[in-house]
């Protein structure tokens, strides 16, 4: 053992306070159970030496006058830590007329509870998640005390119930405010990241089922938007069903706890059809549920604006399904990612986020890498592109996208949005067009158009990242010849640079405006090979770089992974464009297959549309089968033209002349 001042043990002594509390609560209830006195007697002592310890110690003070004076709990150093009060506050619901008939000094374990919940109160975050959790701890508090006619002040159970619901202060919101907040009324969509996202489902239907069973408060039945963000949660799945990994957030299969909670209520109240409802969604969101099933509750394309999201897909089939994830940056625990992109393909997020680094969101790596522009896939501007995370607000546009609606089902061959963005550092417009077209019922690519300008001139140069899972890169031209790839450490911190761009290694780089081709091999555990094929037209004054980035420490604790995530550096690909990228955007197809579903994809070429827009582009697909695709697309609503098809928008799509997302045209 070695000594250890307190300031270096962390929350060491809480844990252990809160550890003895446990074991007094566990106590209390072999008392009423049994009745025996020797329990009883146990928690008591325990019950009074801390409500003696709250009700005579202060608050902890801040000297800098800083904002951790507006989150320090009574036992620990944030609020939504207090773990030890629901202990504690259960054993006196357990034991108090017991501790009443050993004339235990009732006024001050009252006085300590409430002084304990008017901290709460006082301190902590309204906002977001924070705010459960200390309402949690509030009516935990309040089921402990008398009535409030008991005290001279009126504060006593009701008063705190009464508070958490309905009242509202500057740092505890009633649920309803919360709700209206956080919640988009139209989608369901709760305003941060999906990992913190479906927390606060899980936490919200918690709190909502605890709060009817012990006080009859019924938030079910008062914030109806509970229940429908519930089942909006699965347009967060990919269709290996695992949830979207933008901003914080650690992507895993869906948690059933909302839905248990909200069929336990349902259940309680004798709500037959909510019931019925709930235990069909608790079976179809399951790893091995049918396609048809889960299909029902997810949509072709789906954007929630509150939280600057928009996903596509094809369907729900694990294998053949194609599915893309494209984000902005609004809400709560978001990134500096510009328009970022995920790509899912053959049972995997194939392109995903980097994730919050080895320390989460404390350490260096989050804020140097993980959280910023190079760790997405996006275009970086001048080196310099960043801004706020966390509580971010810096959201894309949807100009169009199709289909245009929420609506569940409606899967269609074809696909596409369009967002446009403005970035904050460099003053740049940029704007993301993306689509999937589906080649065959196994197989289908992405389209990627990435358009990225500084708005009063000046560009320096425009870097486009991908980052793809794998154990092997090519990169080579399109036509098959090999490019005179270099060692280099251009992409660097050096001039100016983010921090990021040291994060990236192993760099080899070629100057050329030939269109090239690269493609990332994933070996799979079960034997099978994964690979992501990339075509991107060349354009003049590009620079294009081979290179490896941290490891993925978004899916490093995902079940059933392809290989060790964690272990394996990130592929990573980035074409830089000197000058403006407007006029000479980045346009890529990508092409997921694996060893039993091979590429369908002979070739990509590119074209120039008759148009009066000079960054208006095309790309030609050439399918194995024989088809040829042609893909027209162009930053506004315009009139493109070639070899006598017509595209009258801003994006179209034609498989051997004849217009397949419009075949009446």
Known sequence: ???????????N???????????????????????????????????????????????????????????????????IHEDALSEISECVVLLKEYLKQQNAPMDIYYGALKKWAENIIANGVPHNNWNLFQAAFIVDAALALEDNQYYSDGKGRQF???????????????MKKMANFGFDADTGIWYESPGYSTTVLNDFSQFANK???????????????????????????????????????????????????????????????????????????GKDADDASIERYVSASFYAPNVSWLVQRTGMNKRYSLMYSLNG??????????????????????????????????????????????AHNTVVVDGISSYPVMMSSHPFKLM????????????????????????????????RTVGIVKTSERGGYYVDVFRSQKMEGGDKMHDYFYHNFGQDMTLACADGTALPLEDTDELAFAGGHLYAYSYIYDKHKAETSSDVKAVFNTTCDDGRTIAMTMWM???????????????????????????????????????????????????????????????????????KPECKDKSAVGIIVHLKNGDTDHIFSSPSETTMKYKGMKVKGCYGVFRNGKNIMNPKK
């Open 1 to 11: 053992m070695e000594k250890a001042h307190p300031s270096k043990t962390g929350c």
């Open 13 to 79: 002594i809480a844990n252990v306070n809160r550890e003895i509390a446990t074991i007094a609560k566990d106590a209390a209830k072999v008392f009423s159970a049994t009745g025996d006195q020797r329990y009883a007697q146990m928690a008591a002592d325990v019950v009074d030496v801390f409500l003696k310890g709250i009700y005579y110690r202060n608050v902890p003070y801040d000297l800098n006058h800083g904002h951790q004076q507006t989150l320090v709990g009574m036992t620990t150093f944030e609020v």
């Open 160 to 174: 705190y119930i009464d508070y958490i619901v309905n009242q509202n202060s500057i740092r505890q919101w009633g």
């Open 211 to 285: 709060l009817d069973s012990r006080t009859g408060v019924d938030l079910f039945d008062t914030i109806p938007v509970l229940s429908k963000a519930i089942t909006t949660s699965a347009q967060y799945m990919f269709p290996n069903r695992m949830i979207c990994g933008f901003g914080d957030t650690h992507p895993n299969y869906m948690s059933t706890k909302a839905i248990d909670n909200a069929i336990d209520y349902a259940t309680r109240h004798g709500k037959q059809s909510m019931k019925a409802k709930f235990e069909d969604f608790r079976k179809v969101i």
């Open 329 to 374: 940056s609004l809400g709560n625990h978001q990134h500096a990612n510009g328009i970022s992109l995920e790509l899912y393909g053959k049972g995997y997020v194939l392109a995903p986020d980097a994730g919050i680094g080895m320390s989460l969101y404390s350490g260096l790596d989050y804020a140097e890498y993980y959280s910023q522009m190079p």
């Open 400 to 431: 169009s996208r199709f289909p245009d609606t929420n609506e569940t089902g409606g899967f269609t061959d074809v696909t596409y949005s369009q967002v446009d963005f403005i970035e904050p550092e460099s003053q740049s417009k940029q704007q």
């Open 537 to 607: 037209a060349g354009q003049p004054d590009r620079t294009v770089f081979k290179a490896l980035s941290p490891v993925n420490l978004e899916y490093e604790r995902m079940p059933e992974q392809p290989y060790d995530i964690d272990k394996q550096p990130v592929l990573t690909f980035i074409a830089r464009q000197k000058g403006e990228a407007w006029t000479r955007p980045f346009v890529a197809v990508f092409e997921p297959s694996d060893s039993n579903e091979p590429s369908e994809i002979d070739r990509v070429e590119f074209f």
